[in-house]
């Protein structure tokens, strides 16, 4: 009786496995500028109020500007929760 050839190559090749996308860490170019931004603003905002005798930067918010100027800094640390 006459033998059966093998097979020269294996009969099932899995597809090669993809190689994982490298996931980018970190926050935008825009956010750290701007995080820092608002702090320094209110910053600035808060010093001006206090430097010119309660009379800049808006006069008619009188000492509404005080919360003007933190909040704007609050929203800066506010940033920094988010700044990986």
Known sequence: M???KGRDKPAYTPPPTPK??????GN????????????????L??????VTRQQYPVPSLGRANLLVGFALMLAGFGMTTRWK
């Open 2 to 4: 006459p033998e059966s």
């Open 28 to 43: 935008a170019a825009w956010f750290t500028p701007v995080m820092l931004g608002l702090m320094i603003l209110g910053l």
């Open 45 to 50: 905002w808060v010093v001006t109020f206090y």
């Open 20 to 25: 994982p996308q490298k996931v980018k860490v």
